[in-house]
Every structure is written in structure tokens, then in C-alpha cells.
């Protein structure tokens, strides 16, 4: 039977903390499908289908990885897709709580998938996305924390939506 794990997020953007667990992850299972939420309650800086390009594009070299977009509930695609677990990282104890909740409620939705959690490497522990969009505000330096082409992204959509607003003050 081919074991199929489910990691979730928002990726907006991915950054190298996901990336690791991406690789670690898909270590530990026959196949990994990347499930980006569609619906989420943030305001996003890409939209999901350029969100599910850049994962597709920085996860290529991995065989047993697929990238794929999710609309509702967590446990009903990881159901659609015969997943049997669903992968988390955890990169501090104040994640933890609120991984714990996710987990428990999702195991009472469905009793057949289990959360696997990692770990994330110490070196990405204080990473998130909002943190890098917001250093690309600034113009900050992002090549540390997410690969050449999504910073490049990133830059050009700061710029556009810059330009934006720029635009609309005139
Ligand atoms: N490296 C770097 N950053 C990481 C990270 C890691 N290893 N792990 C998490 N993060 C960051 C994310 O980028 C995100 O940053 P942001 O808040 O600045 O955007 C933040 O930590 C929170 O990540 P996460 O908890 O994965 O949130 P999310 O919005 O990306 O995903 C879902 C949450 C998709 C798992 C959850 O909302 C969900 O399952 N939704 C579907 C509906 C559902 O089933 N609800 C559950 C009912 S109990």
C-alpha cells in the first residue's frame, strides 16, 4: 500500500524552513502532496495558483512530491487523496498548542489519519512567511530565508503593488 502524507499550509510564500520539512518529510513516506489551502482567512500576497507554481517549481527534483490546492476542511482532502497522515512542523513551543488542538480535532473528524509532527531545523525555528513578506517591504535582504526565484517574486510583487498605490494617490 502506498503511503500517502498530506502537508498543508498557506505558503505564501514558501520559504527554506517548509523546504526542509518537504525533504524530510518526503524521506518518511512513499508520496508527499503538498496541500495549499485555497480559502484562508489571511490576505494573501500571491494568489493559490501562482502559490502552487513556485512550490511546484522549488520541489521539481523531489520524485515523490505533488503539489496541490484544497478548498475546506484538512481531513476531507487528505480523505479524497488516501492520505493516512498529515505531516506538521513545529518550530517552537508556542506552536505547539495550537498544533495539538488542530490535531486532536482532526483526528475526531477522521479517526483514520494521524498528524506526524517534525521538528524544523533550529536554523529556520523563528521563520514564517509573514515575517519574510514583511522584510521584502522594507527592501530587506530575503535571500536567506526563501530560494533566488521566489524572492525575485517577491520583489516584483511588492513593486507592482507599490506601484499600485502609487496609482490610486494620483
Ligand atoms: N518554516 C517556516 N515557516 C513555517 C513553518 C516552517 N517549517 N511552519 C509554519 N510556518 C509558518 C507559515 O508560513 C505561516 O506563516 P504566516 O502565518 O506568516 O503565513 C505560519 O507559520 C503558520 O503556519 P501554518 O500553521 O501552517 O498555517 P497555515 O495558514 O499555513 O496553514 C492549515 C494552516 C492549512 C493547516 C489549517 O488552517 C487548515 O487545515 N485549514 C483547513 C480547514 C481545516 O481543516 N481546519 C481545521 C479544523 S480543526
Known amino acids: ?17 517548509h523546504l526542509d520539512i518537504i525533504e524530510r518529510a518526503s524521506k518518511i513516506t512513499d508520496e508527499l502532496i503538498i496541500g495549499v489551502l485555497k480559502n484562508s482567512s489571511k490576505t494573501p500576497l500571491f494568489s493559490i495558483d501562482e502559490r502552487v507554481k513556485m512550490l511546484k517549481e522549488v520541489t521539481k527534483n523531489f520524485d515523490n512530491v505533488r503539489v496541490e490546492s484544497f478548498d475546506g476542511l484538512l481531513v476531507d482532502f487528505a480523505k479524497e487523496k488516501n492520505a493516512i497522515m498529515i505531516v506538521r512542523g513545529l518550530r517552537a513551543v508556542t506552536d505547539f498548542e495550537y498544533e495539538l488542538q488542530l490535531s486532536q480535532t482532526n483526528k475526531v473528524l477522521n479517526k483514520g489519519i494521524d498528524t506526524v509532527f517534525l521538528t524544523t531545523n533550529l536554523k529556520y525555528s523563528y521563520l514564517s512567511s509573514s515575517i519574510v513578506r514583511e522584510i521584502a517591504s522594507y527592501d530587506g535582504d530575503i535571500s536567506e530565508f526563501v530560494p533566488s526565484l521566489i524572492a525575485e517574486k517577491i520583489r516584483e510583487r511588492i513593486k507592482e503593488n507599490r506601484d499600485e498605490q502609487y496609482s490610486k494617490q494620483d
Open 1 to 17: 500500500m502506498t503511503k500517502t502524507a498530506i502537508y498543508p499550509g498557506s505558503f505564501d510564500p514558501v520559504t527554506f524552513g
